[in-house]
């Protein structure tokens, strides 16, 4: 079992910054590839980024490329996602999911892959 909680979402206008958290328990984090995720309202869960289980490899949805970066600290079992320049349309419940592939190579885009979730937490841009 895994346990992800997220934290850090809230409301923020256009052209600000939030930063994420994903605290994981219950298993040997740093062996595994991290990814978050966002579902807005009457929409699919789709991608936004995913890091690699040592750090050393991301992977960006167009969509957030050169706004968002992920990071992770493993010493503290944690994974962030850094928001930058946010719109309106980054409104949205973010996930953060964890890829259960041991020391995997690669970096994964669907919802199917990932083993575990966590809980979510709301992020709201005004405009």
């Known amino acids: 079992q895994v346990q992800l909680v997220e934290s850090g979402g809230g409301l923020v206008q256009a052209g600000g910054s939030l930063r994420l958290s994903c605290a994981a328990s219950?298993?040997?984090?740093?062996?595994?590839?991290m990814g978050w995720f966002r579902q807005a309202p009457g929409k699919e869960r789709e991608f936004i980024t995913s890091?690699?289980?040592?750090?050393?490899?991301?992977d960006y949805a167009d969509s957030v490329k050169g706004r968002f970066t992920t990071s992770r600290d493993n010493a503290k079992n944690t994974v962030y996602l850094q928001m930058n320049s946010l719109k309106p349309e980054d409104t949205a419940v973010y996930y953060c999911?964890?890829?259960?592939?041991?020391?995997?190579?690669?970096?994964?885009?669907?919802?199917?892959?990932?083993?575990?979730w966590g809980q979510g937490t709301q992020v709201t841009v005004s405009s």
């Open positions: 999911a964890a890829d259960l592939t041991i020391w995997s190579r690669v970096q994964k885009r669907r919802v199917s892959d990932y083993d575990y």
């Open positions: 219950g298993r040997t984090f740093t062996n595994y590839n």
């Open positions: 890091i690699s289980w040592s750090g050393g490899r991301t």
